[in-house]
């Protein structure tokens, strides 16, 4: 099915967070291509949030509340519901897109038609949209295929600017509701795995970082579960690759090769992790293939004295903060 902006909903979605919410909206709206705007409520402490969007925005959105909770998974869930489109964009309420980011789907859905979803590179900012990190886009060309083993092990393609093909998704029964923080993982991964998934080159979404604020991604990396949680949706992801290929069975070293363990996951959450996280963490740390010199060193370090360097360099970096 081809890709083309009448085709298009933004779902823009909401928690009790007005800060960054009309900027998000306002991005959807402003389009080179125009597309349907929905935003979808997941039923907040906070009741003024639709007077502010409709005083803003009036008819030119679809404004729905929830009637209950429904979690962050669950929400999106919504939004696949409430799409009439045959396409569907997610951007979350503290999230923007830059303004030809339908066009730059559209240009991925021309040149690599029939795929499940589509991706754009990101950019991400700060609290007041300063840019902390240039994406780097290492592969040739302007478009990429996305290769499901490849995304089996590691979550390379993060939000926002994913663009799902709606029926596929529901075929796979929306995103998994009970998922503690893999659930868009999981739904890129099959369709990737079942339809084909694409990514541009193109920088067209910022995800907003917010260090430092009890939200629900920060308290797994400090808690030393992210990893964790990471490998058993991996385990999940290649459970299905085992339908059509015999060697569809997890490693830890395939996963840590591809991706590392950061330091800066574990430095400065390490002293508030439990023992057991924190040996787990450390194994881990052990295992990764060294990206850079420095990496190697601390490693080594750690395999010389282990769990305790790690706690006494984490109350140091602690101390300097």
Same mark, same amino acid.
């Given at each position: 099915m081809r890709v083309t902006a009448h085709g298009i909903t933004i779902a823009v979605t909401v928690y009790n967070r007005r800060d960054y919410i009309l900027q998000a909206i306002e991005s959807a709206l402003s389009q080179n291509k125009p597309v349907r705007v929905i935003v979808v409520e997941d039923c907040g402490p906070d009741p003024g949030i639709r007077d502010l969007v409709e005083e803003h925005f009036g008819n030119k959105i679809s404004y729905h509340r929830n009637d209950v909770r429904r979690g962050l998974f669950g929400n999106w869930n919504a939004c696949l519901d409430l799409c009439t489109t045959p396409w569907i964009s997610i951007l979350h /309420? /503290?999230?923007?897109l830059a303004p030809h980011f339908v066009e730059a789907m559209e240009e991925i859905g021309?040149?690599?038609p029939d795929? #499940?979803?589509y991706f754009s590179s990101i $950019? !991400?900012?700060d609290n007041s949209n300063r840019l902390l990190q240039i994406p780097v886009r290492e592969f040739p060309g302007s478009f990429r295929e996305i290769d499901p083993r490849a995304l089996a092990y590691v979550n390379d393609v993060l939000f926002p600017g994913q663009l799902l093909r709606v029926d596929h998704a529901r075929a796979q029964g929306g995103f998994r509701e009970t998922s503690q923080f893999c659930g868009d993982w999981e739904m890129w991964f099959k369709l990737a795995h079942y339809f084909g998934a694409a990514q $541009?080159?193109?920088a067209v979404a910022f995800a907003r970082s917010h260090e430092g604020i009890e939200r629900g991604t920060n308290? &797994?990396?400090r808690t030393g579960r992210k990893h964790a949680l990471d490998f058993v949706q991996a385990k999940r992801n290649l459970r299905l690759i085992r339908e059509t290929q015999a060697n569809g069975f997890f490693d830890r070293r395939i996963a840590l090769r591809k991706a590392p363990l950061p330091t800066r996951h574990l430095l400065p959450h390490a002293s508030a992790m439990s023992p057991r996280l924190l040996r787990y963490n450390v194994g881990l740390l052990l295992l990764s !293939? =060294? =990206?850079h010199w420095r990496y190697a060193v601390f490693q080594f370090?750690?395999? &010389?004295? #282990?769990p305790r360097f790690v706690l006494g360099v984490s109350r140091l970096f602690g101390s300097m903060t």
């Open positions: /309420d /503290d999230d923007y021309e040149a690599l795929r #499940g979803i $950019t !991400h900012v $541009t080159k193109k308290k &797994i990396v !293939h =060294p =990206p370090a750690v395999r &010389i004295f #282990g």
